[in-house]
């Protein structure tokens, strides 16, 4: 999976099997979840100090008959764009700084296709909005192979119930519930962007005995809670005003993160979200001309303000995954429209990037207490140096233990790699 333009051809250049070969492997069913779990065992020493990660990526697709092309949102254009969507679910190590894919699912195409602003006026007559009864079948027929979650034993909001009328945030959820089993024991964030922090799916997250850690608009709407003393009679009173940001005299100041650079924290109401949240603020005043704020928050109202900008920090792990996968294991070139062959593709493009961290890190010194470096464009030109030395010794009848072991043969392995 280390050419440039994954395709059934490119892959079988570099290996002795034909194209048809690959073809049907393609189509055959395949663990990848177990052994993604398994690799994030392996390359985290402390779970625990783990974070979940979820996030969606876009990949352009041209053509009307690839599966799940649909109207998805492209972070690089900032805008939709006709195409194909994954959701990703990752694993990331806070100390190392490295993201792991766990579990990766294309988002179905909507059952109702909406003819999109200035596009070609529909005839009279003609209808405006198509049903894609494929779309629908291929939902329920999945959603009927994910375990019965049932009504949570706190009473909290179960995941909603498969419905034809399903909605993205849905599809995200059951793909949540579905890998929920596999995350590593001991963790307890999961951590996404603001498009996430949304009721339905932040009480999904609960549901699952995960805290959430996200990202607010700055208009949220937000209470003070009252602390103070209560009347003898009447309803005790809740709140104690409405947040503004304008004035954040009643935050508690944490630390500065670095000069001009401050952590303030406070502990209030989301109206739209009915739960009580810990925010972190980060207000930004080393541009004179314009003050910045960023408004973080948590559903553990214990974790500290500090943990919470670390753990939403360590989130950008998985936008790595996304940049190297797309570069370097062909994320976004599958060659093929049937939906068994994209999902073997995905994940098996995301599966060759933890293999490959993995290898790195063995390759590391154990004693280091330091990060493990990893750049998948150097371990690529390595591992393609490798693939040719073993080339040119196969075919030139070569004696590979005294080529092996001349002073100059790593020199040939780290041809072209990124100096460190």
């Known amino acids: 999976m280390l050419c440039g333009r994954v395709n059934f051809t490119n892959l079988s250049r570099y290996s002795p099997l034909s194209e048809r070969t690959y073809r049907r492997q393609f189509e055959q069913d395949f663990a990848f979840v177990q052994l993604n779990q398994h690799t994030i065992a392996a390359a985290i020493a402390k779970p625990e100090e783990a974070i979940g990660a979820i996030d969606c990526s876009f990949i352009a697709k041209s053509g009307k008959a690839t599966y799940g092309v649909d109207w998805f949102y492209n972070g690089s254009a900032n805008r939709?764009?006709?195409?194909?969507?994954?959701?990703?679910?990752?694993?990331?190590?806070?100390?190392?700084?490295q993201g792991y894919t766990l579990s990766v699912q294309q988002t179905p195409p909507s059952p109702v296709t909406s003819r999109r602003k200035g596009t070609r006026k529909t005839t009279p007559g003609r209808t405006q909005q198509r049903v894609t009864t494929e779309a629908i079948q291929h939902a329920q027929a999945y959603l009927q192979q994910l375990p019965d979650k049932g009504q949570p034993a706190d009473g909290s909001t179960p995941l909603p119930s498969p419905s034809p009328k399903l909605t993205r945030i849905d599809h995200y959820l059951h793909h949540l519930g579905a890998t929920r089993p596999y995350f590593p024991e001991g963790l307890r964030y999961l951590v996404g962007d603001g498009f996430y922090s949304k009721q339905k799916f932040i009480d999904g997250v609960v549901a699952l005995d995960l805290e959430w850690i996200g990202k607010l608009r700055l208009d949220a709407d937000l209470r003070y809670l009252y602390t103070g003393p209560q009347k003898k009679r009447g309803c005790p009173r809740k709140y104690d005003g409405k947040v503004t940001l304008n004035d954040i005299s009643r935050f508690t100041w944490v630390e500065d993160i670095e000069p001009q650079l401050s952590l303030y924290t406070a502990l209030v109401w989301h109206v739209s979200l009915k739960r009580t949240l810990r925010l972190a603020l980060l207000v930004d005043t080393r541009k004179a001309s314009k003050t910045g704020m960023v408004l973080l928050f948590s559903t553990d109202t214990n974790l500290h303000a500090k943990q919470i900008f670390t753990y939403y920090k360590a989130r950008f792990q998985i936008e790595f995954i996304f940049r190297d996968a797309k570069q370097f294991?062909?994320?976004?070139?599958?060659?093929?429209?049937?939906?068994?062959?994209?999902?073997?593709?995905?994940?098996?493009?995301?599966?060759?990037?933890?293999?490959?961290?993995?290898?790195?890190?063995?390759?590391?010194?154990?004693?280091?207490?330091?990060?493990?470096?990893?750049?998948?464009?150097?371990?690529?030109?390595?591992?393609?140096?490798?693939?040719?030395?073993?080339?040119?010794?196969?075919?030139?009848?070569?004696?590979?233990?005294?080529?092996?072991?001349?002073?100059?043969?790593?020199?040939?392995?780290?041809?072209?790699?990124?100096?460190?």
Do not use: W
Not at 80 to 97: C, R
Not at 380 to 406: G, V, W, Y
């Open 80 to 97: 939709s764009e006709k195409g194909l969507e994954i959701s990703v679910i990752a694993v990331v190590d806070v100390a190392a700084h």
């Open 329 to 420: 294991t062909g994320l976004s070139a599958a060659q093929t429209r049937h939906p068994k062959r994209l999902d073997f593709h995905f994940n098996a493009s995301l599966s060759a990037l933890n293999l490959a961290k993995y290898d790195a890190q063995t390759r590391h010194p154990q004693d280091n207490a330091d990060p493990v470096p990893f750049s998948m464009a150097s371990y690529k030109r390595m591992a393609f140096n490798d693939h040719l030395l073993e080339c040119f010794i196969r075919q030139l009848e070569l004696d590979p233990t005294s080529i092996k072991s001349h002073p100059n043969y790593q020199n040939l392995r780290s041809h072209g790699i990124i100096a460190a």
